[in-house]
């Protein structure tokens, strides 16, 4: 399966600033999507991102907050922009793998303070 | 609106007894199961997966079963192990998995030696 490799790791930041998350992965793949899982919920879908198109934002997510880019068929980051505690969460990138289900990035943590 | 239930937040189970771990789902469009295990810090890991045509569908010591009729899947974990303990998600997706996943909220599971 692919290995996907996720940075930073964790990160705490000041309100109203903005962090850029970056996932590499060792192949090319077609889609890479981009989840958050906040303190003691599941993981949530923010949106989908496919290599040289507009992301596919989720209901809730919006792309001035969530801003994706996806440069080629390896890599992509997400920013989260004008970040407020609520924003304080585990974020994740994962690629699809066939019979291995879905591969996770290890997750970057941010706390916003 | 949580469309993938897990409703045990945590479960303690004796080493080498069997783990059995629960999952409901509300979407009948929901065709593709699969589990993921999480340990701290990291990305969710694949374990084992399973689609509607089947009811059963086992890896090693990773048994998941389906009952479409009720939209439950439980995964069978046996003999637990202490490298067990971690946090369960049980995923859902329609469409033979070609669409998003949809998360439960996890289960906390810890193996007492």
């Known amino acids: 399966s692919a290995v996907i490799s996720q940075k930073p790791s964790r990160d705490i930041c000041q309100r109203g600033t903005s962090l850029t998350i970056q996932c590499q992965v060792d192949s090319q793949v077609t889609m890479m999507f981009w989840y958050r899982q906040q303190p003691g919920q599941s993981l949530t879908l923010i949106a989908t991102?496919?290599?040289?198109?507009?992301?596919?934002?989720e209901s809730g997510f919006v792309i001035d907050k969530f801003p994706i880019s996806r440069p080629n068929l390896t890599f992509s980051t997400l920013t989260v922009s004008n970040m407020s505690p609520e924003d304080s969460s585990i974020y994740l990138c994962?690629?699809?793998?066939?019979?291995?289900?879905?591969?996770f990035g290890s997750g970057t943590r941010l706390t916003v303070v | 609106d949580q469309q993938v239930k897990q409703n045990s937040p945590s479960l303690s189970v004796q080493e080498g007894r069997i783990s059995i771990l629960n999952c409901d789902y509300t979407?009948?469009?929901?065709?593709?199961f699969l589990w993921y295990k999480k340990y701290p810090a990291e990305g969710p890991t694949f374990l084992i997966s399973i689609s509607s045509i089947k009811d059963k569908n086992e890896d090693g010591r990773f048994t998941v079963f389906l009952n479409k009729s009720a939209k439950h899947l439980s995964l069978h974990i046996v003999p637990s192990q202490p490298g067990d303990s971690a946090v369960y998600f049980c995923a859902a997706s329609a469409n033979f998995g070609n669409e998003k996943l949809t998360f439960g909220t996890g289960t906390r599971l810890t193996i007492i030696p």
């Open positions: 994962s690629v699809e793998q066939g019979g291995y289900g879905y591969t």
């Open positions: 991102a496919n290599q040289g198109s507009e992301a596919t934002y």
């Open positions: 979407n009948s469009m929901f065709d593709y």
